[in-house]
């Protein structure tokens, strides 16, 4: 049994900044983050993997970095120049394998809201 327990989200201005945390008790090689706007389907931010491969969602690219601390047993992610656009709530996910794809995750924690606004 995997459980997830986000942290960090919050209210930013535009190209603010704002990190997300995933404690997680129990491991899994791949993980990542997901988010869901309202009216929205949920779709994948961030993965990666247990040897450190990444990959991003396109309209996050260059903007949010996802990490992990094995000794912590926590996942990160870094949101930097935030938009209204990325408003959502995220959610910190085990996945089955290497692929962003809800299909793919087994385990999700509750989820944390982000907003952006001015």
């Known amino acids: 049994q995997v459980t997830l327990v986000e942290s960090g989200g919050d209210s930013v201005q535009p190209g603010g900044s704002l990190t997300l945390s995933c404690a997680i008790r129990g491991w899994s090689d791949s993980m990542g983050w997901f988010r869901q706007a309202p009216g929205k389907e949920r779709e994948g931010v961030a993965i990666?993997?247990?040897?450190?491969?990444?990959r991003y969602g396109e309209s996050v690219k260059g903007r949010f970095t996802i990490s992990r601390d094995s000794a912590k047993n926590t996942l990160y992610l870094h949101m930097n120049s935030l938009r209204p656009e990325d408003t959502a709530t995220y959610y910190c996910?085990?996945?089955?394998?290497?692929?962003?794809?809800?299909?793919?995750?087994?385990?999700w924690g509750q989820g944390t809201q982000v907003t952006v606004s001015s």
């Open positions: 990666i993997s247990r040897d450190g491969l990444t």
């Open positions: 996910a085990t996945l089955r394998a290497f692929v962003m794809s809800s299909g793919w995750v087994n385990y």
